[in-house]
């Protein structure tokens, strides 16, 4: 038996890094990438990715209000725990920054913000109307901060936005939008 970190470790952060070589290779003049943060695993390989290959190009990480272990961690210069998860964000509801993801976000990643449920809720509304996709609140989160503490920062740059996460049934994606059956 084996155990695989969900989002802690190098190999990790070396396969979450092929998001932020692929990212890099599709539009070779970003001026930001904005990714979700849950345990950190994900952020971290993608932000080492890009400033190796754009150093120039801005990353940005987001986590929920109610999960902000990294905002905590980057204020004390240290992995910090929470001890109560709240959002709609399940799978960014990691109670604690793990120690190596933290230092690679923390070498990497240029500002964190947070985005609050209602507003992870009007990203899944508006990535399933205007790209017909339907992502659990956790892949809404960069939308979510592009399109509310992000907004002036990036308006008019050339921004990839990480959209991860589709685990999420038809009744309880129709429930966070507020839709009755």
Known sequence: ??????FEGPLVALGTATVGLESCEQARELDAVVVPIG????????????KQLLP????????????????RSFASGKPESIDVVRTIADSLGAPHAAPYSFALCRRYVDRLVKVDDDALRSAMALLFRSAKLAVEPAGAAATAALCGPLREALSGKRVAVIVCGANIDALTFARHLGVSD
């Open 39 to 50: 345990g950190g695993g994900l952020c971290a390989g993608v932000a080492s990715a890009v």
């Open 1 to 6: 038996r084996a155990f695989i970190d969900p």
């Open 56 to 71: 120039r190009c801005a990353v940005y990480g987001v986590e929920p209000a109610g999960a902000d272990s990294m905002h």
